[in-house]
């Protein structure tokens, strides 16, 4: 089945630690995403790609890195300069960004604690 | 400011007992919506697209709709299995293109 595959589904960071949440789709979109999910928040986005080797910060970039050597993967690092880090990590792919009648598509998301 | 609104933030629902959700939005040009479905632990699942003012779109007990200031989501004799939080979201057109903007959910409890 086609789908978005996020891996750990949980996660725990220790002080000045990075981490990386892991996020595949075989659904052959060019556009992948991720957003941080808090109680009582919309989902803010962190960082999305458009094609391969690219990708622009979203609303909330800082303390977070990724990378997008293959259009099937869209790693995210958590560094030790995100200070609060807690929350419910999400990943999702679509066709196209921009692409208005294409929706969004999520995985089950990783949800990271401190230790 | 670009902002999208739900309301209520809970709804506590008896099986059976129809209502609405409320996804208003202020948004320069509406460019479509989206509705989603959330279940506790688990990514959102899409249920709807909605382009232009007076489109409905329907899904088993779910019926979606849209005016220029706001969607409905209605639910028709709900089931426990409805319940879930429920998101809208709307493009908002940025120098990297569109990227969706959401609500913060109405968490949806059906009783027996």
């Known amino acids: 089945d086609g789908g978005i595959t996020q891996s750990p589904k949980y996660l725990f960071r220790k002080e000045g630690q990075n981490v990386t949440l892991s996020c595949e789709q075989n659904l052959n979109h060019d556009a992948m995403y991720w957003y941080r999910q808090d109680p009582g928040q919309g989902l803010r986005l962190i960082y999305y790609s458009q094609i391969v080797n690219d990708f622009q910060k979203g609303d909330i970039a800082e303390g977070y890195s990724v990378s997008r050597e293959k259009k099937e993967s869209f790693p995210l690092t958590v560094t030790s300069a995100q200070k609060n880090p807690t929350a419910f990590y999400l990943c999702?792919?679509?066709?196209?960004?921009?692409?208005?009648?294409?929706?969004?598509?999520f995985g089950d998301g990783t949800r990271l604690s401190i230790l | 400011e670009d902002q999208v609104t739900q309301s209520p933030e809970a709804l506590r629902l008896q099986e059976g007992e129809s209502s609405s959700l409320n996804c208003s939005y202020t948004v320069s040009g509406l460019r479509g919506l989206f509705w989603y479905r959330q279940d506790p632990g688990k990514g959102p699942e899409f249920l709807f697209t909605l382009y232009s003012a007076g489109e409905e779109k329907e899904k088993e007990r779910l019926k979606a709709t849209l005016t220029k200031k706001e969607s409905f989501l209605h639910i028709t004799a709900p089931k426990p299995e409805d319940s879930a939080t429920y998101l809208c979201a709307v493009p908002i057109l940025t120098g990297g293109g569109n990227k969706l903007t959401f609500g913060t959910g109405t968490q949806l409890k059906v009783e027996l």
């Open positions: 999702a792919s679509s066709i196209q960004v921009g692409s208005l009648n294409q929706p969004q598509h």
